[in-house]
Structures are given as structure tokens and as C-alpha cells.
């Protein structure tokens, strides 16, 4: 079976939004459960390798599920993925083209629409995630056809919470502060063609 990989530097990204999250014993505790290398000791290059394994980042989903149970792993996860997208504009908000003064002016509409597209281009170029767009009735569907966070996993509800996270504070900081409706609403590991992330476009507040 063929392997798919998240860069280094990606991984270093998750593991950092866990701690700030759960605490430096909290990850441990996590890793550990996922039978992982001890990545508390050391946490991964900021490298753009592709080193960092999909199933690595599924057994990371699982382990959070089984400490804090199905909902409180589902919230937790979307606490990490709203953290992931501080730390992975450090490292790729530059790469990304959305930190420039001339985005900043951009009406809301077309920032979320370029934002979009080139947040799915930075994960089709630099892993192996596979990303597509589409649009119908004022949403916008995030649509990942090769997902690392459900990867070979069967679940009767989506489990890919992070992604649902990731979006909504990439959106939170697009608009300036706020809140979207950000939900899975298909899931790979459900059997469903692939994992889907609605996005209502307009905010809640
Ligand atoms: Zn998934």
C-alpha cells in the first residue's frame, strides 16, 4: 500500500498546537497512547521533507478520541486545528500570499475565495493531502479527496475535526474576528467519497 506523508515541518506544526492545547504532559500522554516516537523529547524538523506519515496523524485523531472520549476528543480536536492555523501562518503565511497589506484591503468575499484557493495549493503542492473547491448556494465546500487525519480509519460519524478547526480560524483571521459555521459534513472513514467541510460564508457574528 502506498504511504502518504505530511512535510516535517507540518507535523512540528500539529505537535505544537497540541501542546499549547493540552500542555507538554498532555502530548506526552497522547504520544505515547499512539505508540509514536517520543516526540515530546524532540519535536520535528521545521523541514519541508516529507517525512511526517498520514497514519501518524490519524493515530494522533484516534488517541485524542480514546483520552477525552468522542466529544470531548471532537472539541479538543477543534481547538488544536484553530491553533494549528496561528502557528502554520508562521510558517507559511509568507508562502500563502495573505499577510500583505494589499490582501488585507481585499473585500471579505474575495479574500475568503483567494484565501481558499491558495490554502488548498499550499496542501497540493507540499504533502500528499489532495484539496478541491466547490461552490454551491453561497457555501463553499472544502473537499479533501486524500485525507491524512482519517487515514485507513472507519468511524460512523466524520472524525476530522481538525480540518473543521484549521478553517474556521483561517477564516476568523481573514475577517478580522469572525465567527464562521464550520462543519464535516462527510468523512472518508464514514465511506463517503471524501472528507467535506462546509463553509457558510456568512458570519454568525
Ligand atoms: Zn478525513
Given at each position: 500500500?502506498?504511504?502518504?506523508?505530511?512535510?516535517?515541518?507540518?507535523?512540528?506544526?500539529?505537535?505544537?498546537?497540541?501542546?499549547?492545547?493540552?500542555?507538554?504532559?498532555?502530548?506526552?500522554?497522547?504520544?505515547?497512547?499512539?505508540?509514536?516516537?517520543?516526540?515530546?523529547?524532540?519535536?520535528?524538523?521545521?523541514?519541508?521533507?516529507?517525512?511526517?506519515?498520514?497514519?501518524?496523524?490519524?493515530?494522533?485523531?484516534?488517541?485524542?478520541?480514546?483520552?477525552?472520549?468522542?466529544?470531548?476528543?471532537?472539541?479538543?480536536?477543534?481547538?488544536?486545528?484553530?491553533?494549528?492555523?496561528?502557528?502554520?501562518?508562521?510558517?507559511?503565511?509568507?508562502?500563502?500570499?495573505?499577510t500583505g497589506t494589499a490582501f488585507?484591503?481585499?473585500?471579505?468575499?474575495?479574500?475568503?475565495?483567494?484565501?481558499?484557493?491558495?490554502?488548498?495549493?499550499?496542501?497540493n503542492t507540499q504533502t500528499d493531502q489532495r484539496v478541491r473547491l466547490e461552490e454551491k448556494d453561497g457555501k463553499l465546500y472544502w473537499i479533501i479527496e486524500r485525507c491524512p487525519l482519517c487515514w485507513e480509519r472507519q468511524a460512523a460519524d466524520p472524525v476530522c475535526h481538525l480540518a473543521a478547526g484549521l478553517l474556521q480560524e483561517a477564516l476568523y483571521w481573514l475577517s478580522g474576528g469572525k465567527i464562521f459555521n464550520v462543519e464535516e459534513i462527510a468523512c472518508l472513514a464514514r465511506g463517503d467519497p471524501a472528507c467535506t467541510i462546509l463553509i457558510d460564508q456568512t458570519p454568525l457574528s
Open positions: 500500500m502506498t504511504e502518504y506523508f505530511y512535510p516535517e515541518r507540518m507535523g512540528r506544526i500539529i505537535l505544537m498546537a497540541m501542546e499549547e492545547v493540552l500542555g507538554r504532559e498532555g502530548v506526552r500522554t497522547i504520544v505515547n497512547l499512539a505508540s509514536l516516537p517520543p516526540y515530546t523529547e524532540e519535536y520535528p524538523a521545521a523541514s519541508s521533507e516529507k517525512n511526517f506519515p498520514f497514519k501518524t496523524v490519524t493515530r494522533l485523531q484516534e488517541s485524542l478520541e480514546q483520552v477525552y472520549g468522542p466529544q470531548g476528543g471532537h472539541g479538543t480536536a477543534l481547538r488544536i486545528g484553530r491553533a494549528c492555523f496561528q502557528y502554520g501562518l508562521r510558517e507559511y503565511g509568507s508562502l500563502l500570499g495573505i488585507r484591503l481585499l473585500p471579505l468575499s474575495t479574500k475568503i475565495h483567494t484565501g481558499a484557493r491558495s490554502f488548498a495549493e499550499l496542501f
